[in-house]
């Protein structure tokens, strides 16, 4: 199956510093990629449709100046939490499908964030 | 609004037997059903999708069964394995003409014993 890769896998940091995740189709070209994000014991929840040379689309009640995404090439996709802080400790999983693959997205393994 | 809910948020089978997870959602308009599996602190794996003009598609162990008169959907594994054991996600899929999203369920933890 296709490989999505993300990186870091895990990130501590102190609250209001900024976090870079970066994502990664490694076998294909994804002109969109997707961001969720997961709490503990609950679904995942999507945050933003990154698409290629254009903007973000942000699902409702996510702050689209606080999750900065940048999707510059047909394989990078990048997430950035600006001035983090507790509540924004999450696991965030990154996803894309690559073409002719239809209905199935495939995921990387995440990024726990923690934010002291 | 929870449009794709798993009621269950645990299940516990015999290795061996068949696991029956279930599935339920309220949007008419989902055009695919996705059954991914997950271990903590991994990404979602995918394991088989129906489309929403079927009842039934079949992948060795895995078969997902949808009735769609009841927006409902089931995932049967037969015969459940050790390895079997993690988190299931159900997931529904809107084509919008521009995007394509999914909507995930809460999940249900299936645990295989010996």
């Known amino acids: 199956g296709a490989v999505v890769s993300q990186h870091p896998s895990w990130v501590i940091c102190k609250s209001g510093t900024s976090v870079k995740i970066e994502c990664r189709s490694l076998?294909?070209?994804?002109?969109?990629m997707f961001w969720y994000r997961q709490f503990p014991k609950q679904s995942l929840m999507l945050m933003a449709t990154s698409n290629e040379g254009s903007k973000a689309t942000y699902e409702q009640g996510v702050e689209k100046d606080k999750f900065l995404i940048n999707h510059a090439s047909l394989t990078l996709s990048t997430l950035t939490v600006t001035s983090a802080h507790p509540e924004d400790s999450s696991f965030y999983i990154c996803s894309a499908s690559p073409p002719g693959s239809g209905e199935k997205l495939f995921f990387g393994s995440g990024t726990q964030l923690s934010v002291l | 609004d929870q449009q794709v809910k798993q009621n269950s948020p645990s299940l516990s089978v015999q290795e061996g037997r068949i696991s029956i997870l279930n599935c339920d959602y309220t949007?008419?308009?989902?055009?695919?059903f996705l059954w991914y599996k997950k271990y903590p602190a991994e990404g979602p794996t995918f394991l088989i999708s129906?489309?929403?003009?079927?009842d039934k598609n079949e992948d060795g162990r895995f078969t997902v069964f949808l009735n769609k008169s009841a927006k409902h959907l089931s995932l049967h594994i037969v015969p459940s394995q050790p390895g079997d054991s993690a988190v299931y996600f159900c997931a529904a899929r809107i084509y919008t003409g521009t995007a394509s999203k999914l909507t995930f369920g809460t999940g249900t933890r299936l645990q295989v014993t010996l």
């Open positions: 129906i489309s929403s003009i079927k």
């Open positions: 076998d294909f070209q994804a002109t969109t």
């Open positions: 949007n008419s308009m989902f055009d695919y």
